[in-house]
């Protein structure tokens, strides 16, 4: 399953960016499609992640500023980041639960400038 993600770019910090994932329309068991990313020097690390019941997590450090949201009919996640901060510097990864296995997109990289 090849995940498709973009969006990312160079923001001020307190500004806003919109990173979306498409997997293949063809895929009708997708249980899960969310967001990761991975600081310089850091482990990966969850920020967020929508189930098909429509049932949401997030990190404790985005609660409030992150929305996940997903077409269900397009395969595609959205994560509406606001207020970025400059610790919010990262490659960000989407990925997708299907019959049992994890999927990886390529990474978007978010630059922070503070």
């Known amino acids: 399953v090849q995940l498709q993600a973009s969006g990312g770019g160079l923001v001020q910090a307190g500004g806003s960016l919109v990173l979306s994932c498409a997997a293949p329309?063809?895929?009708?068991?997708?249980?899960?499609m969310g967001w990761h990313r991975q600081a310089p020097g850091n482990q990966r690390e969850l920020v967020a992640v929508?189930?098909?019941?429509?049932?949401?997590k997030y990190a404790d450090s985005v609660k409030g500023r992150f929305t996940i949201s997903r077409d269900n009919a397009k395969n595609t996640v959205y994560l509406q980041m606001n207020s970025l901060k400059s610790e919010g510097t990262a490659v960000y990864y989407c990925n997708a639960g299907v019959m049992g296995n994890v999927y990886w997109g390529q990474g978007t990289l978010v630059t922070v400038s503070s």
């Open positions: 929508k189930y098909i019941s429509g049932a949401t």
């Open positions: 329309t063809s895929i009708s068991s997708i249980s899960y």
